[in-house]
């Protein structure tokens, strides 16, 4: 036996260590009236885990529902929104406030994101708030008189910032989809910033990247250092009372206090301080998007994922069409041939997303790009025993992204699943809080191409299509997804991750959907990445066995192996496992690659 479904209720330390716990010493039960969970054969099982230097633990499980996010205190939240009644969205709106508070270096109000989410009637719907450049911005912003980039300007400080899209897409979520008031959805994130929460070693890790950054502004100092101006320390309480203030008046008065009232006011007047171009009209005339989903299947399921401006969703049902028509289960995971039609896949779609922009500014070849014809085109064109050199397909671009955002999961007993990535883009943003409002803003200027046509300093080529331009939004990897059969949400995942973000969303629905896997342990499976340019395979240590990758390496790819990367979140319905046989239950897995996270079932 492997170990227990889990009710988990509270801390994600009972989610595994006491049941794990009373499973050791022969308890076949954990919670109310939820088996044992019985392991598949093979190696797999163990295999994330393993390369994680973690004990494998089975996923959380819930009756009535599951949250999965990278903070507990945030995932208690969106549970407890489910025990009083709230649906999958009332709990997304109040787990996207609490996160401002708990995660504050990606969780935001001061940035935006995109949701995908699945009504009880089968309706996929996804909403883009993300950010958009202001209506000051120039397409040379970032270049001095002589054409080339400034270095950092897109990076840190007001000129860096984007009008954000978070509070109004969580309004509108609410609007339409939920069913409980914004004051009550919104009280739990407000008393965790009145009444503050004790740091944990994570929560410490996470300021500690921005320290002196933080003793760069008076605003910052004073919440997130200590009294004499050294940091915080596990234990320390954190309170923040000008954020709890600012979601007081978004909760009494919603967006308008946000876009057209004091918030706007403060970060205009603190942006113009810190020599900013924000202005009352950006805020005014932001609007949040609801497009149709990039929507695609794959041994059965269909997947529902971002449309652009994300290019993510796109590579990654371009990558699923390829894949489908390879027998990855009968080959073995992270064996040589699928792990060579893997890269391959990966590497043709990363070239095919070049061009991709905001659908407002861009006319994108989505349809084109995700035909299954066209997959069968590109799977034939794949050599069998050796590698496809990048400079041997079309030349664009390959953006930049930074890795440092978060997302999380969320499915309800009444149908609702819903899947939401936002973001600051660099851990705390631009590394500028609002004066008195008490958040941080957004870098998210630095997703543009800053000179179309040029190498960056990475030697990365700027695409024209995502080229700055007043009211765009910059282009995005960000790709909540969630899978469906027979009209049923069977799975919510997403990560963060910058351009690796489809590979990280990829890897779990591969381990879910050809190798029989738990969500948790497909969120443990160790990752590949190859995203065209450069021309290297990424690996997580203990990815591939090493036959395997000197077999690789004599057909001609090169690999570079980092540490673990992605943060993704996931939840199934229905059974521990895809395709067995139903129990009506949630289950949800949370990525150990990051202490701090959580899965709460209700």
Known sequence: MYGVFLRVITSRARSFRSCAALFAAGTLFCGTGIPALAAPGGDALNFGAAHLGLPPIPPAAGKHGMVVSAQHLASEVGAKILSEGGNAVDAAVAVGYALAVVYPAAGNIGGGGFMTLRTPDGQAIFLDFREHAPKAATEDIYRDAQGHVIPGLSITGWKAVAIPGTVAGLELALKKWGTLPRARVMAPAIALARNGYVLEENDVWLLNTSTENFAASSYAAKIFLRPDGTPLRVGDRLVQTDLANTLQ???????????????????????????????????????????????????????????????????????????????????????????????????HTYSDRRDLGDPDFVRNPVAHLIDPDYAAQIRNSIPADRAVPSNSLAPGSAEPEKYETTHYSIMDRSGYAVAVTYTLNGWFGAKVIGGS????????????????????????????????????????????????????AVMAIGSPGGS???????????GVVDYGMTIQDAVDLPRIHEQWQPDIVETEPGALKTDVMETLQLEGYQFSVHQPWGSAEGVLYGGPRLGGAPDGYFYGGFDRRHSGGSAVGE
Request: net charge negative.
């Open 500 to 510: 690796r973000i489809p590979t990280i969303t990829l890897a779990a629905i591969l």
């Open 249 to 347: 008046l978004i909760a009494d008065k919603g967006q308008d206090a946000f876009y057209r009232g004091p918030v706007a006011d403060e970060i205009i007047r603190a942006s113009r301080e810190g020599g900013g171009i924000l202005q009352h009209a950006d805020f005014e005339t932001y609007k949040p998007r609801i497009l149709p989903t990039v929507t695609c299947t794959y041994r059965g399921y269909r997947i529902d994922t971002a449309p652009p401006p994300s290019g993510g969703g796109v590579a990654l049902c371009e990558i699923l069409d390829i894949l489908s028509g390879y027998d990855l289960k009968t080959e073995g995971l992270y064996s040589t041939a699928a792990t060579h039609q893997e890269i391959e896949a990966m590497r």
């Open 437 to 488: 409002t008490g958040f941080f803003l957004n870098d998210e200027m630095d997703d543009f191409s800053s000179a179309p046509g040029v190498p960056n300093m990475f030697g990365i080529v700027g695409s024209r299509a995502n080229a700055i331009a007043p009211g765009k939004t910059p282009l995005s990897s960000m790709s909540p997804t969630i899978l469906s059969r027979d009209g049923k």
